[in-house]
């Protein structure tokens, strides 16, 4: 979560964010349970694997994009928001006037373009995390998806997996869409990871 600016009028409402946030709040608590205990994923598919590449390379060419909360889909960067907390930096709200990703709607991008359209997850961590299949972490391979949480706030993170340790995300406001080398021995990542998840298009 980012810090609300000072003066900011609560009664302005929820947010959309917050509204969908609501909507899927009851599957926040079995999300993490599955998150501590994560099933073994099998190596992937020949396929699978070059689909995941393809999600990493898509997620490497958006380094030094914008992050915008709220912003992108699956067609690309898009217009952010600002709701109650989010989308503001030193008390100024920078997400109704960037173009970019947030966290979320970057792995929704990554995924939708490298599967041409048959990957397509929400755009809300916790909708992502549902929607994909238990990693371990000494299975990960690129494409995958690392989710992060905190007590104040659960799965409020999500990266793609590039390979090699290294996670390409969208952090927070007035940042831009980077690259961070061995992510899980990084003491703030690594006391924050809750586990990894690999999504994959529909059998039928």
Same mark, same amino acid.
């Given at each position: ?76 960067? *898009? #217009? ?11 008390? !100024?709200? $920078? &997400?109704?006037? @960037? =173009?970019?990703?947030?966290?979320? *709607? #970057? ?11 048959? !990957?397509? $997850? &929400?755009?809300? @961590? =916790? ?78």
């Amino acid at each position: 979560m980012e810090p609300q600016p000072p003066g900011h009028d609560q009664a302005s409402g929820v947010g959309r964010r917050r509204v969908l946030g609501l909507a899927l709040g009851a599957s926040i608590v079995p999300a993490l349970g599955r998150a501590a205990q994560p099933a073994h994923a099998a190596g992937p598919s020949e396929p699978a694997a070059a689909l995941g590449q393809r999600v990493a390379a898509v997620a490497a060419a958006q380094i030094g994009v914008p992050y915008a909360w709220g912003g992108g889909d699956r067609l690309g960067p *898009g #217009l952010g928001f600002c709701d109650q907390d989010n989308g503001y930096l030193n008390g !100024v709200c $920078l &997400g109704e006037s @960037t =173009v970019g990703f947030d966290c979320s *709607g #970057l792995s929704l991008y990554c995924w939708y373009r490298a599967s041409h359209g048959t !990957v397509e $997850l &929400g755009h809300y @961590t =916790v909708a992502q995390f549902n929607r994909s299949a238990p990693v371990e972490r000494d299975a990960l391979v690129p494409g995958d998806l690392l989710f992060f949480s905190r007590p104040d706030a659960p799965l409020h993170h999500v990266g793609v997996y590039a390979g090699d340790g290294a996670m390409i995300h969208a952090e927070r406001t007035g940042t831009l869409v980077a690259r961070v080398e061995k992510v899980l021995d990084l003491p703030r990542w690594a006391g924050e990871f809750a586990g990894a998840r690999r999504p994959a298009p529909p059998t039928t």
